[in-house]
């Protein structure tokens, strides 16, 4: 006995009709066996899927269609009371070969008949697995994330779009003394307060994540301090990223490195190189004095010896141009250099420069042709520093051109900016190394060969200067023809710079 | 070549630069007076009453006391603190420089950058009375 007949025993019902197109054409599997698990009813949906024909399923045993073990989970069946409903999961070994996974629920009926009404989940079980697969992946990748988050040096917050934390890792915990869950679901600009060089609390809209979040922008600052849960200022140097996805900033990340060991570090290195520069000018003022004070009583010397302290005095010399033009670049990478701009008439420093060299130029027989805007307005610079950027260029053009060379200063204006060009038809400088040409310490190979005295710190300065009074400086040159430099100051002036040493002292 | 009008007191605490410096101010004519510590300077002083120095050469880090105390004790006498006073140091920051000034002191001159001969020079610019060579 099995559903057909069940169907059959009441003929011509439009509604048996009905049920038996239903039954053929949904997309569940139904079946039906005896309590011997012989298939006395299946509708075409299970004969599709396990691909027998009907005839070929009719009258044979569920079993052996089944794959592999699993027939046993049939077994428990048989304990079954009527009109119990469980839920089992079959597979079926189709004709194809290919194994189809049915989840049933089956139904002891009348004590004498099983029916499944299942569905075909063997496409499921597929993505499930490759869900819990890729749930597994996802964990392992979250895992080995915060592995690689809690053991790299630097702290990391990371915020949703309003700002709160909703990630810490340990550096950050470790460096800023709050638990993480102090911090997590706050607003990071409100629980750690920022403060910068000068003890002032930095306004929330100036913090580098309330920016980067804004601008959409990364904003990298390293001269801010975040306070620490016991009231220390530590100084970080801060990467605040925000996260942009679909065009939405969706948050954002904190990344920042406390920097009191390198900020120490930098500051013991400059204060060495300044106390032994220092030292060194008490020896150097010696050697200079006692040369001097040889040479003033030269008629007692012979031509050699003559030209032997001269020696020994312009070697001095080098060394104390040396040491000062050392002391210059450490208070310049210091940051301790102060810019103190006041409004200076270019034309009157530039001629007192020249008034300055003029032994020099007059030494090597140079003819200096200076010609300067008519109208100049007066720019609000630092002079001793602008000073400095026209004495190093102006000494290198003296010094690197052949007797009678010509050399000459321009300064015009500029819808904003002040242009001073300052030219000469000297040695030149090498095309390969034209790149390195404001590195610090180097010098051109030509200009080696022919002049060993110089510090290779000229041009670094003067670059280092003039772009920290707000202006560009770049060359142009042809080898054993002569070198342009030219520099830009802003019609607006440098922005002032408080500090605590000048240039040259 | 002497002048006994003209009298340059020196202080500075490394005896060599002392040394060029008194031999180069003989040369020039003038009478020096050489103190290696401003205690010993200041003992001259004491002792000097009328005869003053007319120019005080000033190393500012000496072993007993910098510049600026230096001019405070100056500032102390009345007839001290007519003396022009020219530091001649290894090291000017900003800071320092006005400070000095402030107190007094004419001028300030960084050590290696000069040659004596050029000090010389402004020493007589502070001098009354340029002794005739």
Same mark, same amino acid.
Not at chain 1, 65 to 93: K, M, P, V, Y
Not at chain 2, 31 to 56: F, H, R, W
């Given at each position: 006995?099995?559903?057909?007949?069940?169907?059959?025993?009441?003929?011509?019902?439009?509604?048996?009709?009905?049920?038996?197109?239903?039954?053929?054409?949904?997309?569940?599997?139904?079946?039906?066996?005896?309590?011997?698990?012989?298939?006395?009813?299946?509708?075409?949906?299970?004969?599709?899927?396990?691909?027998?024909?009907?005839?070929?399923?009719?009258?044979?045993?569920?079993?052996?269609?089944?794959?592999?073990?699993?027939?046993?989970?049939?077994?428990?069946?048989?304990?079954?009371?009527?009109?119990?409903?469980?839920?089992?999961?079959?597979?079926?070994?189709?004709?194809?070969?290919?194994?189809?996974?049915?989840?049933?629920?089956?139904?002891?009926?009348?004590?004498?008949?099983?029916?499944?009404?299942?569905?075909?989940?063997?496409?499921?079980?597929?993505?499930?697995?490759?869900?819990?697969?890729?749930?597994?992946?996802?964990?392992?990748?979250?895992?080995?994330?915060?592995?690689?988050?809690?053991?790299?040096?630097?702290?990391?917050?990371?915020?949703?779009?309003?700002?709160?934390?909703?990630?810490?890792?340990?550096?950050?915990?470790?460096?800023?003394?709050?638990?993480?869950?102090?911090?997590?679901?706050?607003?990071?600009?409100?629980?750690?307060? $920022?403060?910068?060089?000068?003890?002032?609390?930095?306004?929330?809209?100036?913090?580098?994540?309330?920016?980067?979040?804004?601008?959409?922008?990364?904003?990298?600052?390293?001269?801010?301090?975040?306070?620490?849960?016991?009231?220390?200022? %530590?100084?970080?140097? %801060?990467?605040?990223?925000?996260?942009?996805?679909?065009?939405?900033?969706?948050?954002?990340?904190?990344?920042?490195?406390?920097?009191?060991?390198?900020?120490?570090?930098?500051?013991?290195?400059?204060?060495?190189?300044?106390?032994?520069?220092?030292?060194?000018?008490?020896?150097?003022?010696?050697?200079?004095?006692?040369?001097?004070?040889?040479?003033?009583?030269?008629?007692?010397?012979?031509?050699?010896?003559?030209?032997?302290?001269?020696?020994?005095?312009?070697?001095?010399?080098?060394?104390?141009?040396?040491?000062?033009?050392?002391?210059?670049?450490?208070?310049?990478?210091?940051?301790?250099?102060?810019?103190?701009?006041?409004?200076?008439?270019?034309?009157?420093?530039?001629?007192?420069?020249?008034?300055?060299?003029?032994?020099?130029?007059?030494?090597?027989?140079?003819?200096?042709?200076?010609?300067?805007?008519?109208?100049?307005?007066?720019?609000?610079?630092?002079?001793?520093?602008?000073?400095?950027?026209? $004495?190093?260029?102006?000494?290198?053009?003296?010094?690197?051109?052949?007797?009678?060379?010509?050399?000459?200063?321009? %300064?015009?204006?500029?819808?904003?900016?002040?242009?001073?060009?300052?030219?000469?038809?000297?040695?030149?400088?090498?095309?390969?190394?034209?790149?390195?040409?404001?590195?610090?310490?180097?010098?051109?190979?030509?200009?080696?060969?022919?002049?060993?005295?110089?510090?290779?710190?000229?041009?670094?300065?003067?670059?280092?200067?003039?772009?920290?009074?707000?202006?560009?400086?770049?060359?142009?040159?042809?080898?054993?023809?002569?070198?342009?430099?030219?520099?830009?100051?802003?019609?607006?002036?440098?922005?002032?710079?408080?500090?605590?040493?000048?240039?040259?002292? | 070549?002497?002048?006994?009008?003209?009298?340059?007191?020196?202080?500075?605490?490394?005896?060599?630069?002392?040394?060029?410096?008194?031999?180069?101010?003989?040369?020039?004519?003038?009478?020096?007076?050489?103190?290696?510590?401003?205690?010993?300077?200041?003992?001259?002083?004491?002792?000097?009453?009328?005869?003053?120095?007319?120019?005080?050469?000033?190393?500012?880090?000496?072993?007993?006391?910098?510049?600026?105390?230096?001019?405070?004790?100056?500032?102390?006498?009345?007839?001290?603190?007519?003396?022009?006073?020219?530091?001649?140091?290894?090291?000017?920051?900003?800071?320092?420089?006005?400070?000095?000034?402030?107190?007094?002191?004419?001028?300030?001159?960084?050590?290696?950058?000069?040659?004596?001969?050029?000090?010389?020079?402004?020493?007589?610019?502070?001098?009354?009375?340029?002794?005739?060579?």
């Amino acid at each position: 006995m099995g559903i057909r007949r069940l169907i059959e025993s009441k003929k011509n019902s439009v509604n048996q009709k009905m049920l038996h197109y239903y039954l053929n054409n949904c997309s569940d599997v139904v079946f039906s066996t005896g309590v011997d698990f012989v298939i006395n009813y299946c509708n075409d949906t299970f004969c599709a899927l396990t691909g027998f024909e009907r005839s070929e399923l009719i009258g044979s045993k569920l079993t052996s269609i089944l794959d592999g073990q699993n027939g046993e989970r049939l077994l428990f069946l048989n304990n079954a009371n009527g009109s119990e409903t469980f839920r089992i999961e079959i597979s079926i070994g189709s004709k194809t070969g290919s194994i189809k996974k049915i989840e049933c629920k089956t139904s002891f009926f009348q004590n004498k008949l099983f029916i499944f009404i299942g569905r075909d989940i063997t496409a499921q079980e597929g993505i499930i697995k490759e869900k819990d697969d890729k749930i597994k992946t996802g964990e392992e990748e979250k895992a080995r994330s915060q592995e690689i988050l809690n053991s790299i040096g630097d702290g990391v917050i990371s915020l949703n779009d309003k700002g709160e934390v909703i990630y810490v890792n340990k550096q950050a915990i470790d460096i800023l003394g709050f638990h993480s869950e102090e911090l997590i679901g706050k607003l990071l600009w409100k629980k750690i307060i $920022m403060t910068d060089d000068k003890g002032q609390e930095v306004q929330i809209e100036n913090r580098p994540i309330r920016m980067a979040l804004f601008t959409r922008k990364r904003i990298y600052e390293s001269s801010y301090y975040y306070k620490s849960k016991d009231g220390r200022f %530590i100084p970080v140097s %801060i990467t605040a990223t925000p996260l942009v996805m679909h065009d939405m900033v969706v948050g954002g990340v904190d990344v920042f490195r406390d920097i009191t060991k390198e900020r120490e570090v930098d500051r013991m290195k400059t204060e060495f190189i300044s106390l032994a520069s220092h030292q060194l000018r008490t020896p150097l003022s010696a050697t200079k004095w006692f040369a001097e004070l040889i040479l003033d009583d030269s008629k007692n010397l012979n031509i050699e010896q003559l030209g032997l302290i001269k020696n020994i005095y312009t070697s001095n010399q080098r060394m104390i141009d040396l040491v000062n033009a050392l002391l210059n670049i450490s208070r310049i990478e210091s940051g301790r250099i102060i810019n103190d701009p006041k409004p200076t008439d270019l034309r009157k420093l530039v001629e007192e420069v020249v008034l300055e060299l003029t032994p020099k130029i007059k030494s090597k027989k140079h003819n200096v042709i200076l010609s300067i805007h008519g109208d100049l307005p007066l720019i609000n610079i630092d002079p001793r520093l602008i000073r400095n950027a026209y $004495m190093n260029l102006l000494t290198n053009s003296i010094k690197y051109t052949k007797e009678g060379g010509e050399i000459s200063i321009i %300064i015009s204006k500029r819808e904003n900016e002040l242009v001073s060009q300052v030219s000469d038809n000297g040695l030149g400088i090498p095309d390969n190394q034209r790149q390195r040409i404001f590195e610090k310490f180097f010098r051109s190979s030509n200009v080696i060969k022919v002049e060993t005295d110089g510090t290779g710190l000229g041009l670094y300065l003067a670059k280092a200067i003039i772009e920290s009074s707000g202006g560009k400086i770049w060359f142009d040159s042809v080898e054993y023809k002569g070198t342009t430099f030219w520099f830009t100051l802003p019609l607006s002036g440098s922005v002032a710079k408080e500090g605590e040493v000048t240039i040259d002292s | 070549m002497s002048n006994l009008n003209n009298l340059i007191m020196v202080v500075e605490d490394e005896s060599l630069l002392l040394e060029a410096i008194g031999k180069k101010l003989q040369r020039e004519g003038y009478d020096v007076l050489l103190c290696t510590s401003a205690g010993q300077a200041v003992d001259y002083l004491k002792n000097m009453k009328e005869n003053l120095p007319d120019v005080i050469w000033l190393d500012y880090y000496l072993t007993d006391m910098n510049g600026l105390e230096f001019m405070d004790l100056l500032g102390k006498n009345e007839n001290w603190k007519r003396i022009p006073v020219i530091v001649v140091s290894n090291s000017a920051s900003e800071q320092k420089v006005a400070a000095l000034m402030k107190k007094g002191v004419k001028k300030h001159i960084l050590k290696a950058d000069y040659r004596l001969d050029e000090i010389v020079k402004i020493i007589e610019s502070y001098l009354k009375k340029v002794p005739v060579r």
